[in-house]
């Protein structure tokens, strides 16, 4: 499974685009990049996955270049709900579980 | 998306005896299921690989005899700690993956605290 790298903690102030990237040098061709976001006490909550190029939902958008070497989650202005773990995996299927890294710590601030 | 649900929430238990949690998947089926353990500040760390129908796969350094996982249906994976210590206790999440095969969703959570 491929091992990520991402900041361990951001600050950003409410209304602010907040972009978390993560590195995943060595991803293999069949891996989807997932982000996942996580409340205290709570599991997991499904952010947006994508393969290649960009993707964009109703909350986030995902930026992946060309080598696939890395991804970038975009926030549009965030509030202080915003305020939780955000984690960036890759893996090549749902039958293959997801190993966690640290994750980003995002503190939104009035 | 998809909803896996666990049971209970919040357990709290007694030094020595055993508690369950369930996963279920509340609108599709899943041949497998995960569990992690997370404690407070921490990351999420796996456990095993429930399958449907056999037995889980535990990772290293988990005890298998300790962490029962049984995966009796296409819905329900349960998670028994057996003989449960203070140690034991921790934020136990369970995930799946969904119909689309690609993405995998998660429980809520159960908190064990053992006293």
């Known amino acids: 499974l491929a091992k990520t790298t991402q900041p361990i903690s951001m600050d950003s102030y409410e209304g602010q685009e907040v972009n978390i990237t993560c590195s995943h040098n060595?991803?293999?061709?069949?891996?989807?990049i997932t982000w996942y976001q996580q409340f205290p006490s709570q599991g997991p909550r499904f952010i947006i996955q994508?393969?290649?190029t960009k993707v964009t939902n109703e909350v986030a958008s995902l930026f992946i270049p060309a080598d696939r070497k890395s991804s970038t989650l975009s926030l549009p202005r965030v509030s202080l709900s915003d305020t939780a773990v955000y984690y960036c995996?890759?893996?090549?299927?749902?039958?293959?579980?997801?190993?966690f890294g640290k994750g980003t710590r995002l503190s939104v601030i009035a | 998306g998809a909803v896996v649900s666990q049971h209970p929430s919040r357990v709290i238990c007694k030094s020595g005896t055993s508690v369950k949690i369930e996963c279920r998947s509340l609108?599709?089926?899943?041949?497998?299921m995960f569990w992690y353990r997370q404690f407070p500040k921490q990351s999420l760390m796996l456990m095993a690989t429930?399958?449907?129908?056999?037995?889980?796969?535990?990772e290293q350094g988990v005890e298998k005899d300790k962490f029962l996982i049984n995966h009796a249906s296409l819905t329900l994976s349960t998670l028994t700690v057996t003989s449960a210590h203070p140690e034991d206790s921790s934020f136990y999440i369970c995930?799946?993956?969904?119909?689309?095969?690609?993405?995998?969703?998660f429980g809520e959570g159960s908190w064990l605290t053992v006293v």
């Open positions: 995930s799946a993956p969904g119909q689309s095969g690609n993405t995998i969703y």
């Open positions: 060595n991803i293999a061709t069949n891996d989807y």
């Open positions: 994508g393969y290649k």
């Open positions: 995996l890759v893996g090549d299927s749902g039958n293959t579980p997801l190993v």
């Open positions: 609108d599709f089926q899943a041949t497998t």
């Open positions: 429930s399958n449907e129908g056999s037995k889980a796969t535990y």
